[in-house]
T-cell receptor, first 111, second 111 residues
């Protein structure tokens, strides 16, 4: 079956611009996660959606970052007024129990 | 103190040897523990999870958990060059679905 998909796969943007990253989870997965991975680093938790519960936003690094999820489907991560330190791979994962399945990621480069 | 700590490595072992990867965590209430493998430029993929003290074996992989010492490890028997990757330890805390990742240990298996 289809896995987690993310778009775009690569995004180059100028400092100060806003960007939107999209994640399509596996159908039926109630949980959806966003992570950031800087080069050579581990995964940094950003935000977690579980069903209709309020999302856990505790990992968002600043108020420039926000995310939405429509029901138990698509999620978008928005970064406003991008900065060079936002350059990273943004990974989305979905889950129905213990195992998280990761998408291929979006590589964001802020110039 | 980081919530999940791993030695970044690289850990270099000869082909056929046992590779031992270690991880410590700070939240004593953590409930479940995961090992992910990440090849360069790819997304993480789950190898094993464990939530009870002791050992859990799956093929060439054994996960070991010691909650009293807040320590989890992954042993890879008969290491192969194809095992060369970064291994990420992840911990799920109490009353939450989110995972906290360590920075990963790079494993190099020399032919």
């Amino acid at each position: 079956g289809a896995g987690v998909s993310q778009s775009p796969s690569n995004k180059v943007t100028e400092k100060g611009k806003d960007v939107e990253l999209r994640c399509d989870p596996i159908s039926g997965h109630t949980a959806l996660y966003w992570y950031r991975q800087r080069l050579g680093q581990g995964l940094e938790f950003l935000i977690y959606f579980q069903g209709n519960s309020a999302p856990d936003k505790s990992g968002l690094p600043s108020d420039r970052f926000s995310a939405e999820r429509t029901g138990e489907s698509v999620s978008t991560l928005t970064i406003q007024r991008t900065q060079q330190e936002d350059s990273a791979v943004y990974l989305c994962a979905s889950s129905e129990s213990y195992e998280q399945y990761f998408g291929p990621g979006t590589r964001l480069t802020v110039t | 103190q980081k919530e999940v700590e791993q030695n970044s490595g690289p850990l270099s072992v000869p082909e056929g040897a046992i590779a031992s990867l270690n991880c410590t965590y700070s939240d004593r209430g953590s409930q479940s523990f995961f090992w992910y493998r990440q090849y360069s430029g790819k997304s993480p993929e789950l190898i094993m999870f464990i939530y009870s003290n002791g050992d859990k074996e799956d093929g060439r992989f054994t996960a070991q958990l010691n909650k009293a010492s807040q320590y989890v490890s992954l042993l890879i028997r008969d290491s192969q060059p194809s095992d060369s990757a970064t291994y990420l330890c992840a911990v799920r805390g109490s009353n939450t679905g989110k995972l906290i990742f360590g920075q990963g240990t790079t494993l190099q298996v020399k032919p």
